[in-house]
């Protein structure tokens, strides 16, 4: 039987609250782990029970597991001076929720919802924590697991992709790695559809990481992201790589000195720079028979009207 009683991590944030719905319009039960301090509540769906604990309270989470028939983890952090900034939430949170999972003798399917960073473990403070979490789930776990490496993901909500699709949709691209650098996208939606898929056929993904995109082979160049979102009327404003990285290295200083946790730092310049980010959803559509729905000239539709 499928799954109805989901715990949910990060169910606040922008993929978690697109999990959220597509849980309860399936039917699901969902408790969500949330922070006691959160100030996002508003962001719950009426009907998600809400668990006020913390991530590092090993024995409050071993007591929430008690009914839980999967575990969908999707808590992150992707801003960050140094990798302790992302640990928290991407290594040490995943650790904990599954020594709480083995002290409670919990057998419930876990999936991690990770990144395709974390292919490339040395490029960055952040891809590093994501590969570091997926290791701390496959060394602790005495349960059924399965991770998603998902690419960059947008949909309603989204803070990260959204600037660059707007600006895209007016007709402005601004390409931050080599001329032929190639790279795989994911629409919210097709990334719930993909957990949905998960839940029905969790035995068949057991111990395996996949990585799923929206469907496009090859992915795209920034041409072929200009045209979806512009219809063809574009100009590309390349930024050069030493100024990229100038202005990492700038506001990586001036964190530490005004006390925020940055999102452009030399690690993520150099994931900016990389020549491609791809992925490939064979194993994942062998697996569970899932497709993606949402091309990108559709999602940017739906997004912009």
């Known amino acids: 039987m499928s799954p109805q009683h989901v715990m949910l991590t990060g169910a606040t944030g922008f993929i978690g609250q ?3 719905y597509a849980l309860i319009e399936s039917g699901r039960k969902i408790s969500a782990i949330i922070r006691p301090d959160s100030a996002h509540f508003e962001r ?3 009907e998600c029970h809400a668990i ?23 808590a992150g952090t992707v801003r960050g001076r140094e990798l302790d900034d992302f640990a928290p939430a991407n290594v040490d949170g995943v650790a904990q929720l599954a020594a709480a999972m083995n002290q409670s003798a919990c057998l419930a399917p876990f999936l991690l919802i990770s990144s395709l960073a974390a292919s490339r473990p040395g490029i960055s403070d952040y891809a590093n924590s994501k590969f570091l979490g997926e290791q ?8 059924p697991w399965t991770i998603f490496r998902p690419p ?13 699709l707007r600006m895209a949709r007016r007709g402005i691209v601004t390409p931050t790695g080599p001329a032929e ?11 719930a559809t993909a957990t ?13 990481i996949f990585t799923l995109d929206d469907g496009r082979h090859g992915g795209y160049d920034w041409q072929a992201i200009a045209e979806a979102a512009s219809g063809g009327r574009y100009h590309s404003l390349g930024i050069p790589r030493f100024l990229l ?33 791809l992925c490939d959803n064979s194993d994942l559509n062998q697996a569970l028979g899932w497709k993606p729905a949402i091309g990108l000239e559709t999602g940017i539709r739906q997004l912009f009207g």
């Open 136 to 143: 701390a789930l496959e060394s602790k776990a005495q349960f």
């Open 196 to 208: 949905l898929a998960w839940l029905d056929d969790w035995q068949k993904c057991q111990g395996q």
């Open 52 to 74: 006020q604990c913390e991530l590092n309270d090993k024995d409050r989470l071993s007591e929430a597991c008690s009914g839980i028939d999967a575990v969908i983890y999707c």
């Open 245 to 277: 990285f100038a202005v990492a290295r700038i506001n990586l200083g001036l964190s530490g000195l005004l006390g925020y946790a940055p999102m452009l730092t030399p690690g993520k310049a150099r994931e900016l720079t990389q020549d491609d980010w």
């Open 181 to 191: 650098q190639r790279l795989s996208l994911l629409h919210s939606d097709d990334l």
């Open 152 to 164: 960059a993901v947008y949909g309603p909500g989204d803070k990260e992709m959204m600037p660059i």
């Open 44 to 46: 719950l769906h009426p």
């Open 18 to 20: 697109r999990l959220q």
